[in-house]
């Protein structure tokens, strides 16, 4: 589904990160493992074509599904984005506009990707059942919600587009532990009922363990090792992600 | 307007590498447009602060400052000799509009001073002590910034007589109120971190915390809003004397120079268009090294 | 909500009885001695005890207070030195022509402010932005006296183009006589149809509203464009670029919206900024306004009427910034939590 060949992400002179080969099938979780500043997030901005509007910018390939998407006019993107390919981020309430309710936000979108006025409650509905939400959230703001629930809306919004591959950068952190298994089981879901493709962004090796495939250690903007979650979680190969594994998780800032 | 507190990066940010550190933090700092304006507005600051220092000694008629009149040469177009005119009793326009630096800096630290000073002591206290002396205090500053600023200080000056020194307590009078604020929550939140709670522990009196700790921390944004104060002050007072609730005659201050030579706009422009300039290039200097300082402290809001 | 428009308005009433209070301390305690100022330096002891028992200035000073309180409460400010009558009525009549200048002044602020605001934001660190800065910079520092002069210099002594003075141009009351519904011309040419008035009442207007749209237009342009970017950086306009939305979308409508609050809270300073500009403005245009009615009580050293000035314009203050209390509640839902 998607196919990444010697990606490079840049801010005027430096490398932030720099990813020689990743390839993700549909129905596959991808875990990024690293610190902050290991180039993980920046490596989600760049799947999703948003690097120009951090002032950065990528050199190499992405394809998904064949697609070469290095070339595509902004225009093009917006093709791409919220129809194959949506993103969740780190602090799900912040995620969402502060002026319009959640029902808003979700209308707007289905309506931007064409889902016929008829269409849209059903659609809304039956995505917030399956993340376990009550309806009636959609005439919230989202300073009347928790964190989870804000997720977890994100999560429904993603499931309604029906896109091939989610990109959840850090969708965990800002949560507590019990908020978090919750999360986690709704990505799983997404991907069961879906299959769809996710590429699941943490700093938190115990938690990829919970969902990923195959995993991706950064430090530094560099790849340190990648493979499969069993052997990345049982047998690391390399001392940095011991020390990544050994480390008492801790809920911080990424960027 | 929203008069936030910058949140101060470390000097050792801005001196080491300052495009490679802070572009991460803040891409736009990486094309480095910004800085100009901080320089373009120093330097005219500067000029401005040194022609009126040097006033004296580079101007062509130095006692044209004062009340001389010049009944041979009134209302002379600009020209070598007088490259900015000559006003309606003859006197050097390029030597009052020079003179006329000192005037207007003059009130502008005396406002800067007087207002920074009552509005520190008042939102330090308020911040400090907390409590009914806090709500006071905060109800007094309320009232006082319900009023147009600018009113404020016109039905001030109003009532007293008319001088520069009078304009500029009239412009202190409704200036205060800012800092009061600005301090109180510097003050409040210095307190709630628990800045002094080494100097508590260690026995130090309060008015000995205050003067140590808090008042060192809370300065710095204060600095910060001076500068950005600066150009409204110098407008203030222009407007003041324009209205003639200013300096008067034979003072060299520039609104009033704009007030003289009204009724001969038409005919004689350069005894408006030169003062009226200075008011606006000050105000400029003054605005842009507000706005540059205003960047390098806290670059996520480059712009009031 | 209905919470919170009760404790904003209780809070309104606190800062108005303390305005009240204001003016009384300016009026009687920093001057000296009011009477002198009212009979003038020359009058006699008897002349001065006679404006003391006119005024009640031989009262204790909290029966004044009192005195001053009930006048207000009855609408009675006391009599202009300058017109003899009655304050109050004199800032019934001048008040609509002012606030017509103003409002007119500042919905044009808000028409190019804004757009310059959002376009400097969109170009973010380009000479573009720089421009937008430079100009907004400029406007926000342009003594408005001065502004007023050169206009009026330029655009009629020099090119002829616009009127220099006035509300409209009086020679045509005899081919189209206006009648008057609020007493500002401009709006009375238009309610009634007279539009060959209306078309001389509204070039009247071009230059007096410049006059006083400058500082506004600035301010308004740099507070747009600081919200937007503080806003851009947000997650949420990630997110929504992350969904697909235009940018257009992204900026018109996500990244606007939270970002009105600063603007519409600017809105309220710069009403008074421009109100009290328009002093200025009115008096050099010799528009029968609220300004000019101010500066010819600030020459005659009229201090009731200046205090009545000031005690409006701060009632006017406070019950706008009120208004936008309410008006931000309604944008953005975080600010009644």
């Known amino acids: ?255 | 307007m929203s008069r936030q507190t910058p949140d101060l990066l470390p000097a050792a940010d801005l001196a080491g590498e300052p495009r490679r550190r802070l572009s991460r933090i803040w891409p736009g700092w990486g094309s480095a447009k910004r800085v100009p304006l901080l320089i373009i507005g120093s330097v005219l600051g500067a000029l401005v602060v040194l022609a009126g220092l040097l006033a004296p000694w580079i101007t062509p008629y130095p006692q044209d400052a004062g009340a001389v009149v010049h009944p041979a040469q009134t209302l002379l177009a600009p020209s070598a000799a007088h490259w900015f005119g000559t006003d309606m009793v003859g006197r050097d326009i390029f030597t009052r509009v020079i003179f006329g630096a000192r005037v207007s800096l003059g009130i502008v630290v005396l406002v800067l001073v007087v207002s920074a000073v009552v509005g520190l002591t008042v939102g330090l206290a308020a911040g400090f002590f907390g409590g009914w002396l806090d709500s006071v205090l905060m109800r007094v500053t309320d009232v006082f910034l319900a009023f147009p600023a600018l009113l404020l200080s016109v039905a001030l000056a109003a009532v007293l007589s008319p001088s520069a020194l009078h304009a500029a307590m009239a412009i202190a009078f409704t200036w205060w109120p800012w800092y009061a604020r600005l301090a109180r929550g510097q003050a409040a939140s210095i307190r709630r971190q628990g800045y002094s709670d080494a100097a508590r522990v260690l026995g130090a009196s309060r008015t000995r915390q205050l003067v140590r700790h808090v008042l060192p921390n809370a300065a710095t944004p204060v600095f910060v809003q001076m500068s950005l104060d600066a150009a409204g002050i110098i407008l203030t007072a222009a407007t003041l004397s324009y209205l003639g609730l200013g300096a008067q005659d034979p003072t060299p201050e520039w609104g009033l120079m704009v007030a003289q030579g009204q009724p001969l706009a038409t005919t004689a422009w350069w005894v408006i268009t030169f003062p009226g300039f200075a008011i606006l290039l000050t105000a400029v200097a003054f605005n842009f090294v507000g706005d540059g300082l205003q960047t390098v402290f806290d670059p996520k809001r480059g712009l009031r | 909500m209905s919470r919170y428009v009760a404790s904003r308005v209780a809070q309104a009433f606190g800062v108005v009885l303390g305005v009240i209070v204001l003016t009384f301390v300016i009026a009687r305690l920093i001057p000296g001695d009011p009477a002198v100022a009212y009979a003038g330096p020359r009058a006699s002891a008897e002349e001065l005890a006679a404006v003391r028992e006119q005024f009640g200035l031989d009262q204790p000073l909290w029966q004044q207070f009192v005195t001053y309180i009930t006048g207000i409460v009855h609408g009675d400010l006391g009599i202009s030195l300058h017109t003899k009558q009655p304050v109050t009525s004199d800032l019934i009549q001048v008040l609509p022509t002012t606030l017509v200048l103003v409002g007119i002044a500042l919905v044009f602020a808000a028409l190019i402010g804004i757009p310059l605001g959002l376009a400097a934001a969109r170009s973010q660190g380009t000479l573009g932005d720089l421009a937008a800065k430079v100009i907004s910079i400029l406007m926000v520092s342009m003594p408005v006296f001065w502004l007023a002069i050169l206009l009026q210099i330029v655009f009629f002594s020099r090119l002829g183009w616009l009127p220099v003075a006035g509300q409209y141009d009086t020679a045509l009351d005899s081919t189209s006589p206006l009648y008057s519904v609020i007493g500002v011309p401009v709006v009375d040419a238009l309610l009634t149809g007279n539009w060959p008035v209306f078309a001389s009442a509204a070039t009247h207007l071009v230059l007096p509203v410049i006059a006083i749209a400058a500082y506004p237009i600035g301010a308004v342009a740099m507070v747009t464009r600081g919200a937007l970017l503080e806003n851009l950086g947000d997650e949420h306009i990630r997110m929504v670029r992350a969904l697909g939305f235009s940018e257009l979308s992204v900026f018109g409508r996500f990244a606007l919206r939270p970002a009105l609050n600063p603007i519409v809270s600017l809105i309220a300073l710069v009403f008074a900024y421009a109100l009290t500009n328009s002093f200025i403005v009115e008096s050099v245009f010799n528009w029968p306004g609220l300004g000019s009615y101010a500066v010819k009580a600030i020459q005659t050293l009229d201090i009731p009427a200046i205090l009545g000035v000031t005690l409006v314009v701060a009632l006017l203050y406070v019950l706008l910034n009120l208004i936008v209390d309410l008006v931000q509640a309604i944008i953005d839902p975080r600010v009644r939590a």
């Open chain 1, 1 to 255: 589904m998607i196919r990444v060949r010697d990606l490079q992400v840049s801010y005027g002179d430096s490398v932030v990160a720099h990813i020689p080969e990743l390839d993700l099938a549909a129905g596959q979780v991808l875990g990024i493992a690293g610190e902050s500043g290991s180039g993980k997030s920046q490596t989600a901005l760049a799947l999703m074509g948003l690097t120009r509007y951090a002032g950065g910018s990528v050199t190499g390939s992405v394809q998904l599904g064949g697609v070469e998407l290095s070339t595509l006019t902004n225009k093009q993107w917006r093709a791409v984005r919220g129809r194959r390919m949506a993103m969740i981020l780190q602090s799900p309430r912040a995620s969402l506009n502060p002026t319009i309710t959640l029902g808003a936000l979700f209308g707007r979108t289905l309506k931007l990707h064409g889902v016929p006025r008829a269409e849209r409650q059903a659609r809304m509905e039956q995505a917030l059942v399956e993340v376990v939400l009550d309806p009636q959230i959609l005439s919230r703001y989202p300073h009347e919600v928790s964190g989870g629930q804000a997720q977890r809306f994100a999560i429904a919004l993603v499931a309604a587009l029906r896109v091939d591959v989610l990109i959840a950068d850090e969708p965990t952190s800002a949560l507590d532990v019990t908020v978090q298994s919750e999360v986690i089981d709704v990505l799983r879901g997404l991907r069961e009922r879906h299959g769809t493709a996710i590429v699941f962004i943490s700093h938190d090796l115990a938690v990829i363990g919970e969902l990923a495939d195959q995993v991706m250690v950064m430090r530094r903007g560099e790849v340190v090792e990648q493979g499969p979650t069993s052997q990345i979680l049982h047998e690391p190969a390399q001392q940095y992600t011991r020390e990544l594994l050994l480390a008492v998780p801790v809920i911080g800032r990424t960027r």
